[in-house]
Every structure is written in structure tokens, then in C-alpha cells.
């Protein structure tokens, strides 16, 4: 929550020079009225949702739920009247160049994509059909297991009916993901067959660790609440290539790669040294028992 | 060496040298009650700093990603450089066979112990987390200067130590004898248990000598790589201003600079405060005076090398770094270092008068005073400039100050070695007496004979 507020506040520490940006968004005529070259269905709404989550709600919110950033000028709720009285010639204008805290997306997304996220905000005007439904997610349950012999994936899925029966869940995509570093990242996707079972073969691309091991993330999609599966270390990665990157011969290296006559010259210099100071301490050893005699 | 003289005359010139030179151990009275007050109130104040450095973090002072090497690292430079001295003089003088040398041997390696323990200290205390210090050595890197370092610092203290306590055993000696009843009883026990059951006998003689000359030879390799390695650590880099392969013996020449110019100092308080006008003699400051313009003269030399050569060629980093010392930010302080912590002093001390005792040591203050200044100017300037720089960091990043904290640690530094000099001086005569009495004409014999009661 902390570093949500620090965040914050430091986009609007950056957009504060713009106060440019509160005035009127004009679009030139010519662009006004370009029409959508692609159909509204669900499969473009859909892509375009997926886009959205990726680029877009980090500032405009989740659509309906006006959580977007308290930036200046408020990025609009997609949902609100603000944003659905553009033109889909005007959306994608905005979209394309962007102006003060909004990017512009032209060399980030292509032109078809910006499209489907323009049909994806569609689906909340009221002129449209609403193909995309936010049902309540439903109780799930996945098994998982992999075949290291033929890299493949195996998915079971069931799903608990409204009776608190778990049946198969039927053609449904399941999403394969590699742990990695920083996430996990999204291999491919499989869809299950009438006894809710989903095979899915890894690509060969695929780099393990320096074994070749992966770890393979199991997970269902959002309309459904299930426990995601981690297969830990599964033997179906490639084996990664560690280079070393400090060559044999410069001087400045790890112990593991120290020169041995630079070692032998450090230890010969200090051990000399501390000999002979051994040396001189035996001689007030020698002065204290000659004072004796 | 002077003749050998008479039974009577012999007890009483060593009679004399044992009162003038124990003067410094039995006197005790306010100005030194007051000396010693100034000194741990200072020292303990720099503490505190360090106590809030620890319990805050490095965050206290001025160091940020730019400058991370400070005034700590600067300061550090300095003492190892002041401890260098230790070496010129009781050893590479000694065994050249230079007498003059001989009184201010002892000096010279009382200013090294101070200076070079210092310097161990005030690297702990660049540490952020020094409870991390031993990982130094349990992780440490072969092939990292910063080993060598730290391993030829340790070694060099533990040889001026040495050489520093074995020609004392028959001065350990002497006191153990002589001064019953004049001097604390517990201080008398220190004496017996550290001159080692001294007799004075022919065999003993023997040994301290051979001793010494192992230790002269010795000290002489590792002196050396104390500084020379210590350059290392800025020359095995590749920023502008460290780049540069005269930085070892530049560093070399330098600390024999500053070194000397300590002994000078020291050597006069002493002479004021203990009566010494007859051991510290005019000839002793006019020859401390001339060493003093040979190896000023060294290091102009080496300056001349390190600031005309690239200033030539003004290469790109180069350029930057040197019109920032010639004639940017840092260019009072540069020249303030080369013309009156370099130039002048050559000049002045080319005459005779400003060799005497006390326009000497006043030109000794300002040499060692911009001497630190200079290891200043050789660690900060150059990490203004690094070679990536860092995009969109607030100003205070680019630029270093020290913080008071920083002052306050680096006060301690000082007066810490002051308070170390002045307890070695408070426990030991500062001239050795036995080689003192010897270079008179006192035979051996007399040293172990008791005084007449």
C-alpha cells in the first residue's frame, strides 16, 4: 500500500508540469470519423480486454469500479460518460498520440490491436451488445503432471456446480506458464476435452536452468477460483548456456579464477614478511632467557 | 662517535641524559593534566560521532552514490602517508649510516605507530556495517588491492611496533633501574616485565642489534608497498585523475612530504616542553629542514609529471577532471596546496633562517596541513566525474560535502593519534638513552651500573 501511495505520488509529481493537459482534447476533423476496420465480436473483444489489462488499467482502473490513478487530468473510467462519447475515430487518435501523462501507443501497439481495445471499451456502452459478461467465479479444481519423456503437460480440470458436486470441466483453456525470475511466464494454452482433460506439449525453445530444469505453473482462467499448480523442476527446459563472463587471464578476478603466480606472490610477500617478524619476536625470546644466565 | 672518556665523567654525562630525557615520564603538572583533558574530551566527542554513525548508518554523511569514497578515505590516505616517515628515517637513514638521524628515530616511529593504527581505525569507521569487518578476511579477494592492502597495513603497524620497542629494552632497562621512587609503582613493574630481564650483557647487545637490522631491512619493502598499494586502490581503476602509473611513487614521495613535516613538529613541542634545546639541536632542524626540501623537491618533480602531461593533452574525462582542479570548483584549494603547502616552503627553507627551529615548524604546520588537503583533492574531485553518470538524481548526489558527523569522526582521527603520541612520550623517553649516552662517549658497561643513592 506504501509503495502504491509513493508511486503515486511520484506520476503526479511528474505530470504536474502539464497542466496543458486539463484543457479540451481536440482530435482533427479528418480523424473524427475513421471507422473500426474490425468486427465487434467476442474474440476482438476479448484480445482487446487482455491489451487493456496490459497496457492500460494501471491508469485507467479496473472498467465501472472508478479506481484509476488521481492523476491531473483524471485518466477516465472507460465505463464513464467522458469516454464513451469519443468516436472510435477519436479514441483512436488519443490512443495512438497520446498527449501529457497519456503515451502515445503508436509504436507499441499495433494498429489492429489498438482497434480491439477500442471494441473491448464498446462493451460497456449501452449501444452495444455486451458480449464479455463479469460473471462471479466459479469453484475449481486443477491436477496437474508432466511427462518429462514427452515434454508434455497433463491437466485435469473440474468444477464445482451449484449443488457443491465437482464435475469435468469441458473445453476450457488451461494456461501453461514458466516460473521465472520475475513472474511467470506464459507458455501457451490447452483446451480440455469432455473428460475435462487438457494435454499440452512444451515448445523445445524452452531454457531450463543450468540442469535444464523448469518449473511449470498450472493455472485456470479468471472466471474460475482455483488453486494454481506448480510443478517444481520438471526436467523439460534446455540446458541454459552460463557464459563466463571474466576472462581466464585478467588479473582482477575471483578467487576461483585468481592467477596462481599472483596468489603464490601474495602469499610469498606476506608469508616472508610475517617469517621474519616470527623471527625477530624468537630474538626477544633469546634476549629474555640470555638475561637469565 | 666521541672519545672514550673517564669512569667519573662517563657516570656523570649518563646521569645527565637520564634526567634531561626521563623529564618527559616523571613531570607531571597542570598544562599536561590539561593537554590530556583537551585530547580525550575531543577523542570522545569524535566518538559520539561514530555512535550515531553506526545507529543512523552512512546516511549521515555526505557520501552518496557519486562520492562514496570521502573524507574518511581521504583522511585514511593521509595517515598512511604521515606513517611513512618511520621508515625514511629510522630505517633507510640508519642503515645508510646517517647519525644525525639517531634522536629522531624514536620520533619518527611514535608519529608511524600513531599514524598507521589510525589509519586501521578510520577504515573500520568508512564502514557502514563494521560488525561485518572480519568478512574482510574470511571472503576477501586474492587479487583485490584492498587485501593487500589491508594485509601490508597490519604488517607495517606490527613491524613499527617492533622497531619502535626493541631498541627501548635497554632504556626499559635503565628506567627499571634508575628511577625507584620516582615514578609510580605499577609503572616500575611495566618496566621490569618489558625489559625483558635485562642485564646488559655482551650476548643481549648482540641480540637487539641483529634484531634492528632485520627489521630495518624488513620495514624497508613493506614501507614501501604501504603507500605504493594504498595507490592501488585509486591507480587499478580506470577513472580520470586515478588512471595514471606514477600514482605509486607519487604517493611515496608525498608521504615522506607530510611524514617529515610531523617529525619536525613533534620534535619541536618536545624540545619546548621537555627541555630537550641540547638533543633537538639547531643542527637537528636545519638537517630535518634540508631532507625536508629534497623530498619536496621529489615530489614537485612527481607533480610536475602528473599535472602537465595529461594537462597537455587534455583528453576528454582528463580534461574535465583537471579544469575542475585548475580552474573550477576545486581551484583555491589546489593551488592554496601547491604554492603553500609546496612551492613556498622549497623556497623559504632554501634559506638558512627558515631552517632554525621555529620558522621551521611553522612552515612544517602548513606542509602538513595541505598535505591533507591534497589527499582530499586526489580522492573527491575525481568521483564528481564518473564515467556513467546517473540520470535524474536529485543534486545533492553530484556534489560532495562532508557532514559534520564526518567532521566530528575525522577530529577524532586526529586527536586520537595526538593522545597516542603524547601516552608514548608520558611512558618511553623520546631520544633512546642508551645510543644517545653511546654516540657521547659512555661505554656499555656503566648503563647497568645503580646510580649512588
Same mark, same amino acid.
Given at each position: 500500500?506504501?509503495t502504491?501511495?509513493?508511486l503515486?505520488f511520484i506520476?503526479?509529481?511528474l505530470?504536474?508540469r502539464?497542466?496543458?493537459?486539463?484543457q479540451e482534447w481536440l482530435v482533427?476533423?479528418?480523424?473524427?470519423?475513421?471507422e473500426?476496420?474490425?468486427?465487434?465480436?467476442?474474440e476482438?473483444?476479448q484480445?482487446?480486454k487482455?491489451?487493456?489489462q496490459?497496457n492500460c488499467?494501471s491508469?485507467h482502473?479496473?472498467?465501472?469500479?472508478?479506481?484509476?490513478?488521481?492523476l491531473?487530468p483524471?485518466?477516465?473510467?472507460i465505463?464513464?460518460?467522458?469516454?464513451q462519447?469519443n468516436?472510435?475515430g477519436g479514441?483512436?487518435?488519443?490512443?495512438?498520440? =497520446? #498527449?501529457?501523462?497519456?503515451p502515445?501507443? !503508436? %509504436?507499441?501497439?499495433s494498429?489492429?490491436?489498438?482497434?480491439?481495445i *477500442?471494441?473491448?471499451i464498446?462493451?460497456?456502452n449501452a449501444?452495444y451488445?455486451?458480449?464479455l459478461?463479469?460473471?462471479?467465479?466459479?469453484?475449481?479444481?486443477?491436477?496437474a503432471?508432466?511427462?518429462?519423456?514427452?515434454?508434455?503437460?497433463?491437466?485435469?480440470?473440474e468444477y464445482e456446480?451449484k449443488a457443491g458436486?465437482?464435475?469435468?470441466l469441458?473445453?476450457?483453456p488451461?494456461?501453461?506458464?514458466?516460473?521465472k525470475?520475475?513472474?511467470?511466464?506464459l507458455l501457451?494454452?490447452a483446451l480440455?476435452d469432455?473428460? =475435462? #482433460?487438457?494435454?499440452?506439449?512444451?515448445? !523445445? %525453445?524452452?531454457i531450463?536452468?543450468?540442469?535444464?530444469?523448469?518449473? *511449470?505453473?498450472v493455472?485456470l482462467?479468471?472466471?474460475?477460483l482455483?488453486?494454481?499448480?506448480?510443478l517444481?523442476k520438471?526436467?523439460v527446459?534446455k540446458?541454459?548456456?552460463?557464459?563466463k563472463?571474466?576472462?581466464?587471464?585478467v588479473?582482477?578476478?575471483t578467487?576461483e579464477?585468481v592467477?596462481?603466480w599472483?596468489l603464490l606472490?601474495y602469499?610469498?610477500?606476506a608469508?616472508?614478511?610475517?617469517i621474519a617478524?616470527?623471527?625477530?619476536?624468537?630474538q626477544?625470546?633469546k634476549?629474555?632467557?640470555?638475561?637469565?644466565? | 662517535?666521541?672519545?672514550?672518556?673517564?669512569?667519573e665523567?662517563?657516570?656523570?654525562?649518563?646521569?645527565?641524559?637520564c634526567?634531561?630525557?626521563?623529564?618527559?615520564?616523571?613531570?607531571?603538572?597542570?598544562?599536561?593534566?590539561?593537554?590530556f583533558?583537551?585530547?580525550?574530551m575531543?577523542?570522545?566527542?569524535?566518538?559520539?560521532?561514530?555512535?550515531?554513525?553506526?545507529d543512523?548508518g552512512?546516511g549521515?554523511?555526505?557520501?552518496?552514490?557519486y562520492v562514496?569514497?570521502?573524507?574518511?578515505i581521504?583522511?585514511f590516505?593521509?595517515?598512511?602517508?604521515?606513517?611513512?616517515?618511520?621508515?625514511?628515517?629510522?630505517?633507510?637513514?640508519?642503515?645508510?649510516?646517517?647519525s644525525?638521524?639517531k634522536?629522531?628515530?624514536?620520533?619518527?616511529?611514535?608519529?608511524?605507530?600513531a599514524?598507521?593504527?589510525?589509519?586501521?581505525i578510520?577504515?573500520?569507521?568508512?564502514?557502514?556495517?563494521?560488525d561485518?569487518?572480519?568478512?574482510?578476511f574470511l571472503h576477501g579477494?586474492?587479487?583485490?588491492p584492498?587485501?593487500?592492502?589491508?594485509?601490508v597495513?597490519?604488517?607495517?603497524?606490527?613491524?613499527?611496533?617492533?622497531?619502535?620497542?626493541?631498541?627501548?629494552i635497554?632504556?626499559l632497562?635503565?628506567?627499571?633501574?634508575r628511577m625507584?621512587?620516582?615514578?609510580?609503582?605499577?609503572k616500575?613493574?611495566?618496566y621490569?616485565?618489558?625489559?625483558?630481564?635485562?642485564?646488559?650483557n655482551?650476548?643481549?647487545?648482540?641480540?637487539?642489534?641483529?634484531?634492528?637490522?632485520?627489521l630495518?631491512i624488513?620495514?624497508?619493502?613493506?614501507?614501501l608497498?604501504?603507500h605504493t598499494v594504498t595507490?592501488?586502490?585509486f591507480?587499478?581503476t580506470l577513472?580520470?585523475?586515478?588512471d595514471?602509473?606514477i600514482?605509486?611513487p607519487?604517493f611515496?614521495?608525498?608521504?615522506?612530504v607530510?611524514?617529515a613535516a610531523a617529525v619536525?613538529?613533534v620534535m619541536?613541542?618536545y624540545?619546548l616542553?621537555?627541555g630537550?634545546?641540547?638533543?633537538?639541536?639547531d643542527l637537528h632542524?636545519?638537517?630535518?629542514?634540508k631532507l625536508?626540501?629534497?623530498?619536496s623537491?621529489?615530489?614537485l618533480?612527481?607533480?610536475?609529471?602528473?599535472?602537465?602531461?595529461?594537462?597537455?593533452?587534455?583528453k576528454?574525462?582528463?580534461?574535465i577532471h583537471?579544469?575542475n582542479?585548475f580552474?573550477?570548483?576545486?581551484?583555491s584549494?589546489?593551488?592554496?596546496?601547491?604554492?603553500?603547502g609546496?612551492?613556498?616552503p622549497?623556497?623559504?627553507?632554501?634559506v638558512?633562517y627558515?631552517?632554525k627551529?621555529?620558522?621551521l615548524?611553522?612552515?612544517s604546520?602548513?606542509v602538513l596541513?595541505?598535505?591533507?588537503?591534497?589527499r582530499?583533492?586526489i580522492v573527491?574531485p575525481?568521483?564528481?566525474?564518473?564515467?556513467?553518470?546517473?540520470q535524474n538524481?536529485p543534486?545533492?548526489?553530484?556534489h560532495y560535502s562532508?557532514?559534520?558527523?564526518?567532521?566530528?569522526?575525522?577530529?577524532f582521527?586526529?586527536?586520537?593519534?595526538?593522545?597516542?603520541?603524547s601516552?608514548?612520550?608520558?611512558?618511553?623517553?623520546?631520544?633512546?638513552?642508551?645510543?644517545?649516552?653511546?654516540e657521547k662517549?659512555?661505554?656499555?658497561k656503566?648503563?647497568?651500573e645503580?646510580?649512588?643513592?
Amino acid at each position: 500500500m506504501k509503495t502504491k501511495i509513493l508511486l503515486t505520488f511520484i506520476v503526479v509529481l511528474l505530470f504536474w508540469r502539464f497542466p496543458a493537459a486539463s484543457q479540451e482534447w481536440l482530435v482533427p476533423g479528418n480523424q473524427l470519423n475513421v471507422e473500426n476496420p474490425l468486427p465487434y465480436n467476442l474474440e476482438n473483444v476479448q484480445k482487446g480486454k487482455d491489451l487493456y489489462q496490459q497496457n492500460c488499467k494501471s491508469c485507467h482502473g479496473d472498467p465501472g469500479k472508478n479506481n484509476h490513478l488521481p492523476l491531473a487530468p483524471p485518466p477516465p473510467d472507460i465505463v464513464s460518460e467522458q469516454m464513451q462519447a469519443n468516436t472510435d475515430g477519436g479514441l483512436f487518435y488519443k490512443i495512438t498520440s =497520446g #498527449r501529457g501523462g497519456m503515451p502515445q501507443f !503508436e %509504436t507499441t501497439i499495433s494498429e489492429d490491436d489498438r482497434w480491439r481495445i *477500442i471494441n473491448f471499451i464498446r462493451n460497456y456502452n449501452a449501444d452495444y451488445e455486451q458480449l464479455l459478461i463479469d460473471a462471479p467465479p466459479v469453484n475449481a479444481k486443477l491436477l496437474a503432471s508432466v511427462n518429462e519423456a514427452d515434454k508434455k503437460v497433463e491437466v485435469l480440470a473440474e468444477y464445482e456446480d451449484k449443488a457443491g458436486n465437482f464435475l469435468q470441466l469441458e473445453n476450457t483453456p488451461v494456461f501453461i506458464s514458466a516460473k521465472k525470475a520475475f513472474g511467470n511466464q506464459l507458455l501457451g494454452q490447452a483446451l480440455t476435452d469432455e473428460n =475435462g #482433460r487438457a494435454v499440452y506439449s512444451i515448445p !523445445e %525453445t524452452l531454457i531450463g536452468d543450468e540442469q535444464g530444469l523448469v518449473s *511449470i505453473v498450472v493455472t485456470l482462467g479468471e472466471n474460475y477460483l482455483a488453486e494454481q499448480v506448480v510443478l517444481e523442476k520438471a526436467k523439460v527446459g534446455k540446458i541454459k548456456d552460463v557464459p563466463k563472463l571474466i576472462r581466464k587471464e585478467v588479473l582482477w578476478s575471483t578467487n576461483e579464477n585468481v592467477q596462481l603466480w599472483l596468489l603464490l606472490s601474495y602469499i610469498g610477500a606476506a608469508g616472508a614478511a610475517w617469517i621474519a617478524i616470527g623471527y625477530v619476536v624468537f630474538q626477544l625470546i633469546k634476549i629474555k632467557k640470555s638475561g637469565k644466565e | 662517535m666521541n672519545t672514550i672518556k673517564s669512569p667519573e665523567e662517563s657516570r656523570k654525562i649518563l646521569n645527565t641524559i637520564c634526567s634531561d630525557l626521563t623529564r618527559s615520564i616523571t613531570r607531571k603538572d597542570e598544562l599536561t593534566r590539561f593537554w590530556f583533558f583537551i585530547l580525550i574530551m575531543f577523542a570522545g566527542v569524535g566518538l559520539w560521532g561514530w555512535i550515531i554513525q553506526i545507529d543512523k548508518g552512512l546516511g549521515v554523511t555526505g557520501m552518496r552514490d557519486y562520492v562514496s569514497w570521502g573524507m574518511y578515505i581521504a583522511n585514511f590516505v593521509f595517515f598512511v602517508a604521515v606513517s611513512l616517515i618511520g621508515f625514511l628515517i629510522s630505517s633507510a637513514l640508519h642503515l645508510l649510516k646517517i647519525s644525525w638521524s639517531k634522536p629522531i628515530s624514536r620520533v619518527a616511529e611514535q608519529i608511524a605507530i600513531a599514524a598507521v593504527a589510525l589509519a586501521g581505525i578510520i577504515i573500520v569507521m568508512d564502514m557502514g556495517r563494521p560488525d561485518r569487518f572480519l568478512n574482510v578476511f574470511l571472503h576477501g579477494r586474492f587479487a583485490s588491492p584492498i587485501i593487500w592492502d589491508v594485509t601490508v597495513v597490519t604488517t607495517y603497524l606490527t613491524i613499527s611496533v617492533l622497531l619502535f620497542y626493541i631498541p627501548l629494552i635497554p632504556d626499559l632497562a635503565l628506567l627499571r633501574d634508575r628511577m625507584e621512587g620516582k615514578i609510580p609503582n605499577w609503572k616500575l613493574q611495566l618496566y621490569k616485565i618489558l625489559s625483558l630481564g635485562w642485564k646488559g650483557n655482551q650476548k643481549q647487545y648482540k641480540l637487539v642489534y641483529h634484531a634492528m637490522r632485520v627489521l630495518m631491512i624488513l620495514i624497508i619493502p613493506v614501507g614501501l608497498s604501504i603507500h605504493t598499494v594504498t595507490s592501488w586502490l585509486f591507480a587499478a581503476t580506470l577513472r580520470a585523475g586515478w588512471d595514471t602509473t606514477i600514482m605509486g611513487p607519487y604517493f611515496v614521495a608525498g608521504a615522506f612530504v607530510a611524514g617529515a613535516a610531523a617529525v619536525v613538529i613533534v620534535m619541536y613541542v618536545y624540545r619546548l616542553r621537555y627541555g630537550l634545546k641540547n638533543y633537538f639541536e639547531d643542527l637537528h632542524f636545519d638537517y630535518m629542514g634540508k631532507l625536508l626540501v629534497f623530498v619536496s623537491l621529489v615530489y614537485l618533480y612527481f607533480n610536475i609529471n602528473e599535472f602537465l602531461v595529461p594537462g597537455y593533452k587534455m583528453k576528454t574525462a582528463e580534461g574535465i577532471h583537471l579544469s575542475n582542479l585548475f580552474t573550477g570548483t576545486y581551484a583555491s584549494m589546489f593551488w592554496l596546496v601547491q604554492v603553500a603547502g609546496l612551492i613556498l616552503p622549497i623556497l623559504l627553507m632554501l634559506v638558512r633562517y627558515f631552517r632554525k627551529p621555529l620558522p621551521l615548524t611553522i612552515i612544517s604546520v602548513f606542509v602538513l596541513i595541505s598535505s591533507w588537503f591534497k589527499r582530499y583533492l586526489i580522492v573527491i574531485p575525481t568521483l564528481e566525474h564518473p564515467f556513467l553518470p546517473v540520470q535524474n538524481v536529485p543534486d545533492y548526489f553530484k556534489h560532495y560535502s562532508p557532514t559534520s558527523i564526518e567532521v566530528m569522526i575525522t577530529l577524532f582521527s586526529f586527536f586520537a593519534a595526538l593522545l597516542i603520541i603524547s601516552v608514548l612520550s608520558k611512558f618511553f623517553p623520546v631520544i633512546s638513552i642508551w645510543e644517545y649516552a653511546e654516540e657521547k662517549g659512555v661505554d656499555k658497561k656503566y648503563f647497568s651500573e645503580q646510580p649512588k643513592k
